[in-house]
T-cell receptor, first 112, second 116 residues
Framework: KQEVTQIPAALSVPEGENLVLNCSFTDSAIYNLQWFRQDPGKGLTSLLLIQSSQREQTSGRLNASLDKSSGRSTLYIAASQPGDSATYLCAVKQEYGNKLVFGAGTILRVKS | GAGVSQSPRYKVAKRGQDVALRCDPISGHVSLFWYQQALGQGPEFLTYFQNEAQLDKSGLPSDRFFAERPEGSVSTLKIQRTQQEDSAVYLC??????????????FGPGTRLTVT
């Protein structure tokens, strides 16, 4: 059974810092991995999707990497801003099957 | 274009009541998913439809939970005889079919269910 773990559970940083969020998964037979952002009381916004054959994806100040064989992904946020404050969720889709398996998330607070 | 929409956004039910939650997927998306998100946790899979066919319901926690998508578009998640442990945010997501290259899931805003 796939299990997804996110570390740290919560993070508080001053504005302008670069930061790294970690995601690990137990079964490396994945089809893709998605990073989502969730604001309080809102749904999930997809940030980046990495196919299993890819090593990284970039969008603006965000960069996500994937090491499928070791079961790890990182989300790098450059020059953090107060507007980045949210919960960040990592989810994997298995090679066979359709559902996403999520981690519990990292709560990020960027202080101005 | 319009994203995934869900209604109601908030629902308060007394224990024992039945509730129905609605999801309108993105037009053209044949795959539809329901997830349950408890407070402080990540979403957990409930069930999956391909068009009107419910292909996976392995995540439904009990036989009080029932989902349908009769015409392959709008879906309804019904919870009978609600209990306090059913309190959660219910998220709906849609995506293109299996043959699409990315299979990215797009999520609605969720319905927050509180059972008192």
């Amino acid at each position: 059974k796939q299990e997804v773990t996110q570390i740290p559970a919560a993070l508080s940083v001053p504005e302008g810092e670069n930061l790294v969020l970690n995601c690990s998964f137990t079964d490396s037979a994945i089809y893709n991995l998605q990073w989502f952002r969730q604001d309080p009381g809102k749904g999930l916004t997809s940030l980046l999707l990495i196919q299993s054959s890819q090593r990284e994806q970039t969008s603006g100040r965000l960069n996500a990497s994937l090491d499928k064989s070791s079961g790890r992904s990182t989300l790098y946020i450059a020059a953090s801003q107060p507007g980045d404050s949210a919960t960040y969720l990592c989810a994997v889709k298995q090679e066979y099957g359709n559902k996403l398996v999520f981690g519990a998330g990292t709560i990020l607070r960027v202080k101005s | 274009g319009a994203g995934v929409s869900q209604s109601p956004r908030y629902k308060v039910a007394k224990r024992g009541q039945d509730v129905a939650l609605r999801c309108d997927p993105i037009s053209g998306h044949v795959s539809l998913f329901w997830y349950q998100q408890a407070l402080g946790q990540g979403p957990e899979f409930l069930t999956y439809f391909q068009n009107e066919a419910q292909l996976d319901k392995s995540g439904l926690p009990s036989d009080r939970f029932f989902a349908e998508r009769p015409e392959g578009s709008v879906s309804t998640l019904k919870i009978q005889r609600t209990q306090q442990e059913d309190s959660a945010v219910y998220l709906c997501a849609s995506s293109l079919p299996w043959r699409a290259p990315k299979l990215e899931q797009y999520f609605g805003p969720g319905t927050r269910l509180t059972v008192t």
